[in-house]
């Protein structure tokens, strides 16, 4: 599995987006691009970014309404707003909106860069994280799984694999995005080494006869819920 943060540039400016890309790239980051405000939603939920860059003036659908469906949907990804606007007002709206930091065009790439290695160390797991789903819980210091009093044993893959679900609960999640996040290659559609591990991990999570929380959505990948 890649440890490469994933960064999601959405900018209608193709010279910015490019200068971003290369910079972040050359840094080891993986980079996605988007050119409007609706193309960055569907990347965002496509792509599953550990953090955004987003423009806040772009034709169509803005980078604050952009944020503001992020976050009505639940979702924690770390945003960076770029903007040409200087107000006070612009920057207090644009946090108020969900944004976590805020950056003022023309910018420094060094600035950028280092308020992404900012965003990037703020949103990593804390210690003594664990999460809960139901009544599965995910030790990430430990790499181990519980239901209930049960503990469950996990291989690095079927740990990575149950990491990706329980931080996107309820989303379903494409067979593109589980092989790009737990494996770092895109999807063989021959290949079914996705399949054998939801089957591994199923029969782990479900070994004292609980119910299934982790469903196969025909057509289009997997979904953790009850």
Same mark, same amino acid.
């Given at each position: 599995m890649s440890d490469a943060a994933r960064i999601l540039v959405v900018d209608d400016d193709p010279k910015i987006r490019a200068v971003v890309r290369r910079g972040l790239a050359y @840094? %080891?980051? =993986?980079?996605?691009?988007a050119?409007?405000?609706?193309?960055?939603?569907? #990347?965002? =939920? @496509? *792509?599953?970014?550990?953090? +955004?860059? &987003?423009?806040?003036?772009?034709? /169509?659908l803005s980078g604050l309404e952009v944020t503001r469906r992020l976050r009505s949907?639940?979702?924690?990804? $770390?945003?960076?707003?770029? !903007?040409?606007?200087?107000? +006070?007002?612009?920057?207090?709206?644009?946090l108020e909106t969900g944004a976590d930091d805020y950056l003022v065009k023309p910018f420094n790439f060094e600035e950028l860069l280092a308020r992404v290695h900012a965003l990037l160390r703020r949103r990593a797991a804390p210690a003594g994280e664990i999460l809960r789903f139901a009544d599965l819980e995910l030790d990430v210091d430990a790499r181990e799984a %519980? =239901? /209930?009093?049960?503990?469950? @044993?996990?291989? !690095? !893959?079927?740990?990575?694999?149950?990491?990706?679900?329980?931080? *996107?609960?309820? #989303? +379903? &999640?494409t067979r593109d995005v589980i092989m790009e996040h737990v494996w770092a290659y895109d999807f063989d559609g021959e290949s079914n080494v996705l399949e054998v591990y939801v089957r591994y991990l199923?029969? #782990?999570?479900e070994a004292g006869h609980e119910p299934r929380l982790l *469903? !196969?959505?025909?057509? $289009? %990948?997997y979904v953790l819920r009850e």
């Open positions: @840094e %080891g980051y =993986r980079v996605v691009e050119a409007s405000g609706e193309d960055g939603l569907d #990347k965002a =939920r @496509e *792509h599953l970014p550990d953090l +955004v860059i &987003l423009d806040v003036m772009m034709p /169509g949907s639940g979702d924690a990804v $770390a945003i960076l707003m770029l !903007t040409a606007r200087d107000e +006070v007002r612009d920057r207090v709206e644009g %519980g =239901r /209930g009093d049960r503990r469950i @044993e996990l291989t !690095t !893959t079927e740990y990575n694999l149950l990491l990706l679900f329980m931080r *996107h609960p309820r #989303k +379903v &999640l199923r029969n #782990k999570l *469903h !196969t959505v025909r057509g $289009a %990948g």
